[in-house]
């Protein structure tokens, strides 16, 4: 769907984005990730064409892209800007226009996304009266009425409560079965490991990891298990490492054990079989959080 092709962005003589390449594969959910300042949001300033690059390409659907491509594009900023003294229904008709779709059409996409969401009554509404979650649905809502190829979500969920949250969630997923790429610009890990199937991260304005999210789980696994069990794990062989063990309730115990890349689980379990009785035994994969930390340590400046 999308192809970033070596961007540089520099302000006032600092590099924002240095030799950023992506690509997007379409009909994913696409997870761009990294600290404050790191320059997530300057490119996707630059995707949707409100600043221009400095060097670098970005091709839509294997073509360079122009201005007139925008409007296949829905984007909800982080910073949100809707107009206050506007009512909901004339905005999202204002908005709908501006994306090329006649009254009628617009009409008819903001009866259905507002039975969605459950906003029906909605349309005389001020926004300077609605709280900063029903803000939000509004301009969801203006991100995607015109049945974008490309969504870019930036902090998405932000101002949610957790049910509305979810009700976000579940539209998302529904617009990726439906074939409709998205870009998902967060720090909120937990939304990383539930929605999205590709993943960036950029920190200090590079790039540091791009892939399938499941295959860079993957690679960062570090031969660790999880057992719980009763009794006490002693005297381990030199090719397994005891990193903890919590005693829990009663005689029980929780313990992470690695083991080198010599052993197999099988190994680890003839060892403890007979020093102890497991009632669980898992590897542990590390969830993007973990990575998320591995990777940029102490973060970024804005």
């Keep these: ?169 579940d539209n998302i997923l529904e617009m990726r079965e439906q074939g409709t790429t998205v870009i998902f610009s967060t720090h909120r890990m937990e939304s990383v490991e539930e929605l999205c199937d590709h993943v960036a991260m950029i920190n200090n304005s590079q790039k540091i990891l791009d892939g399938a999210k499941e295959e860079i789980k993957s690679e960062y696994r570090s031969n660790t298990f999880m057992i719980e069990h009763t009794k006490t794990i002693q005297d381990l062989p030199l090719d397994f490492s005891l990193i903890s063990s919590v005693n829990g309730r009663g005689e029980m115990y929780t313990s992470q054990i690695q083991i080198n890349n010599r052993q197999s689980p099988n190994d680890l379990l003839k060892v403890l079989i007979p020093m102890i009785e497991i009632t669980s035994f898992s590897e542990k994969i590390p969830s993007m959080n973990d990575i998320f930390i591995m990777k940029v340590g102490g973060g970024s400046d804005e």
Aim: one cysteine or more; charged letters at 25%.
């Design 1 to 169: 769907m999308l192809e970033v092709k070596n961007i540089h962005k520099s302000y006032s003589g600092k590099e924002a984005l240095s030799g950023v390449s992506l690509t997007v594969p379409e009909g994913c959910i696409f997870g761009l990730l990294g600290p404050n300042g790191a320059g997530k949001t300057t490119l996707i300033r630059i995707i949707t064409q409100i600043i221009n690059e400095d060097q670098g390409e970005i091709l839509l659907k294997d073509k360079p892209m122009t201005p007139a491509d925008v409007r296949r594009i829905g984007y909800l900023p982080e910073e949100r800007g809707l107009y206050k003294k506007m009512k909901v229904g004339e905005q999202l008709l204002f908005l709908a226009g501006l994306k090329g779709l006649s009254k009628p059409q617009a009409k008819q996409q903001i009866k259905y996304w507002f039975e969605k969401l459950g906003v029906e009554g909605w349309w005389n509404k001020k926004v300077e009266d609605l709280s900063k979650g029903m803000s939000q649905k509004v301009q969801f809502i203006a991100t995607v009425l015109h049945q974008p190829d490309l969504v870019i979500l930036d902090e998405p969920f932000s101002g949610f409560d957790p049910v509305n949250a979810n009700l976000i969630k």
